[in-house]
């Protein structure tokens, strides 16, 4: 009988181990997780070449790095042309509108997080196996890990809650910039808004403080309101089509992530479960998408669904926005501080699609060997072999797709496919 023992250090060890994680991590069942399309079968020709996921879900996933060298990403989009047709037989030669194109880009870099397993004491003491369990919490930090960076460059802000399942830092931390690869960009004033009793408007600051009110909570009302805005916005962003889904050109969606806070605010309106009714309807026109099946309400195109951390703001927290249609941004303004005791301010997210780009890229051994995926697990005996320490990675980066955008008024700065909706929250 064939010795199928893989012992320790071995390169196919490291091999098998890193394709299994990249494949756990990236079909994590979480929300953030669903948000991403299928990737192209061998028919999409386009998209094989860059192996990149569906444009009609929130987050575009590429793996183009992972088979060419580079650190960087570049995406294109051709800009809407407009003003008046040509009618009759008037002379329509040479006078064809100019093509515009806008671009924004990613970069990769490595990520690592090492775990010590103990020494040979503590292992002899410890009845646990904990090699095995260094693997299982290597890989649920990985996918805290995507999850929150996904919802950071979304939301445009890390905010300031803090507890111990955040992965991702506080802007403060002096590794913030390193750590999340590409800029947070602070979302463009064409997508930020802020509620303010049944309607929502465009942030605004008053002596320094940022115009909100304690009673500006996430209602049903403030959800009727976005899509107001939408359907009263040129170029908003595009809907988001599940796999399968046989209304989805019928009756258009787009995904809200709110905050559990949001969420609760919205649990107690008394048509809720109208919400979870029609979601819960919906998902059989979309396969039973597991997105439609959690904790979700549906209303008036749009799907609500609790995001797993609050991008969450205190009084006295500068909230950054930009207050022109250029990249600017204001970060002088501040939640308010009066009549503020026991309130906070979080932000909820819309989504379309081709609101997030990630891209991975190819990890190489020490030795300069491919792997041939973009996670990666490797283990060290460490001081004589005493000690075991084993190190999870990865290689990639994210951003929040970025272009300029004639609006038929000019040039602006836009979020393609994502809309900031900031509201006051009661904490518990």
Known sequence: MANTHIPYGSPQAVQIQSIGLFAAVMQRPTTIGRLVGKMPTQGDAEKVIRFQSSTEMPIVRCRDL?????DEVTFDLVN????????????????????????????????????????????????HQLRALARALGENYM????????????????????????????????DFREIVVNQVKAPTRNRHFIAAADSIEQVSATGGEIAINTTDLMTIDTVDALR?????????????????DQAA???????????????????QSKDFRLLQAQAMARAQLAKNNPLFLGEVGLWNGIL?????????????????????????????????????????????????????????????TGDGRPTGVPYFWNEELLDHKDKLEVLIGSVGGKSKIRFN????????????????????????
């Open 66 to 70: 992972e088979k060419k060298a580079g």
């Open 80 to 127: 809407p042309i407009n003003g008046k047709p040509i009618m009759g037989e008037r002379m329509a030669e040479g006078l064809g509108e100019r093509m515009s194109f806008s671009q924004d880009r990613l970069r990769i870099d490595q990520t690592r997080k090492p775990i010590s397993a103990g020494g040979r004491m503590t292992q002899q003491r410890t009845p």
């Open 143 to 174: 996918q805290r890990f995507e999850d929150q960076l996904s919802l950071v460059h979304m939301a445009g802000a890390r905010g300031y809650a803090v507890d111990a399942e955040w992965a991702i830092p506080l802007e403060a931390d002096p």
């Open 228 to 244: 107001a805005k939408l359907d009263s916005m040129a170029l908003p962003p595009p809907q988001v089509v599940f796999e399968g």
């Open 249 to 267: 050109y019928d009756a258009p969606i787009r995904v809200l992530l709110v905050s559990p806070l949001q969420y609760k605010s919205l649990v």
């Open 304 to 364: 609500i669904v609790k995001m797993p951390k609050a991008i969450r703001f205190f009084p006295g927290d500068v909230l950054k926005y930009c207050a022109g249609k250029d990249e600017v941004e204001t970060d002088t303004d501040k939640i308010p501080t009066g009549g503020w005791d026991g309130y906070a301010v979080d932000r909820a997210i819309l989504l379309g699609g081709q609101s997030l780009a990630e891209a991975f890229g190819n990890y190489a």
């Open 405 to 428: 955008i004639d609006h038929g008024s000019g040039d602006e700065a836009t979020d393609y496919g994502v809309i900031a909706i900031d509201t006051a929250v009661k904490l518990i």
